[in-house]
């Protein structure tokens, strides 16, 4: 068995979760979101594309329905007993046998939480699922139930947190060694990815993202790849990510000149990440850690180059993101705690003039503000 948390710390999360389930007075929650089912009881598969949901009792029980190749997946990465199968076929409906687990578990006539907001129950598997509840038991919205109890990591959770942050650092500076008039982006994340597999390290929730010369302005990964020119800019996202845990990183790489609007754009960049850092406190709302970004970047001038979030949570996350629940942005009412790990991101993007800057690291909320995951520095990186 793999699993990388002790089975103390698993019925632990799973105890917390069902307190909440009785609080809220939910018989169960069905659970489609894999960070869930991860962070639950260990299992770790990509086989949520296809229907699969895992069972929480009230009282503690776990049953997982999902296919047969993920059978021995689960006996393998989790702590799981109880795995139904439901059976590859023409007109094959698992929501049917869903629900008599249900049945099994005492659900007929009871609440139940569902975790709506899952890349998991697409809208087919829910029409599918709603048939089947249809008069046998109500439920509700269950989504935020088991992201509220994994924003705050654990001791063990931080020491991958860590682990993570120091590959996202060797990343950095694989790239700065590539990075150089004529380059090639893919040799760019070669290396980046070469220094996080061979340390360890795990496939990133989303794709890194990269791009040279107008393309440094996206923020979004798509395919083709180019050379750098003796004059160009680089803009690259990346995460180092450990037992699926992400320290998000983000530059602009400048090579050759830099001009006067980058250097602008880096020195409000640096200054609106450290009003972030400041205002990132125990007790405080998120939506002030946003606040601060946008009263620098618009006292600057860059009002118009901004967007309307800086950063987000980050975890143990599965494809299509790295992105956590909750987002900064302003007026978001979530009150940091000690634990919360945090991705600031400054990103400036001028569409007129073609420039970019970009600058982002993670940080950990602690008793008294939060704490740089990141060795690395903020000076522009110029080549």
């Given at each position: ?72 997946q689960a006996q393998h ?64 919205d269950g989504s935020r ?170 975890g143990t996350t599965y ?65």
């Amino acid at each position: 068995m793999a699993l990388h948390f002790s089975k103390q710390e698993l019925q632990q999360r799973r105890d917390q979760t069902c307190t909440q389930l009785e609080q809220k007075g939910y018989h169960a929650l069905l659970i489609f979101r894999q960070e869930s089912s991860f962070y639950l009881t260990g299992y770790d598969t990509f086989g949520y594309c296809f229907f699969q949901c895992l069972y929480l009792g009230v009282d503690g029980r776990v049953t997982l329905l999902t296919r047969a190749p993920d059978l021995r997946q689960a006996q393998h990465t989790s702590d799981i007993e109880d795995i139904r199968i439901w059976t590859d076929q023409a007109d094959a409906n698992p929501a049917v046998q869903l629900k008599t687990i249900l049945e099994e578990h005492g659900c007929r006539g009871k609440k139940i939480g569902i975790e709506f907001d899952a890349y998991g129950l697409t809208a087919f598997n829910w029409l599918q699922l709603e048939r089947s509840l249809h008069g046998f038991c109500s439920y509700e919205d269950g989504s935020r139930i088991v992201s509220e109890l994994r924003v705050i990591k654990s001791p063990a959770e931080i020491e991958f947190v860590r682990k993570a942050a120091e590959l996202a650092d060797n990343a950095l500076d694989a790239a700065c060694e590539v990075i150089a008039p004529g380059a090639w982006e893919g040799d760019v994340l070669a290396a980046m990815h070469n220094v996080i597999f061979r340390g360890g390290g795990d496939y990133p929730g989303n794709e890194f993202i990269i791009g040279a010369g107008e393309d440094a302005l996206l923020c979004r990964y798509f395919t083709g790849r180019k050379h750098l020119k003796d004059n160009d800019q680089i803009t690259i996202e990346w995460a180092g990510a450990y037992r699926h845990y992400h320290v998000a990183m983000m530059r602009t790489a400048i090579v050759g000149h830099a001009s006067e609007e980058h250097r602008h754009m880096h020195k409000v960049a640096v200054e609106a990440l450290c009003a972030c850092e400041e205002a990132l406190k125990p007790g405080q709302p998120l939506g002030e850690v946003f606040d601060a970004h946008a009263r620098v970047a618009d006292a600057n001038g860059l009002r118009d180059h901004r967007l309307n979030a800086c950063g987000y949570s980050l975890g143990t996350t599965y494809t299509p993101t790295w992105m956590d629940w909750p987002m900064l942005y302003t007026g978001n009412p979530v009150i940091a705690q000690p634990n919360m790990v945090i991705f600031l991101h400054m990103i400036f993007v001028n569409s007129d003039s073609g420039n970019a800057m970009t600058l982002g690291h993670t940080v950990m909320v602690n008793k008294t503000g939060c704490e740089r995951l990141s060795r690395s520095g903020l000076e522009m990186v110029a080549v």
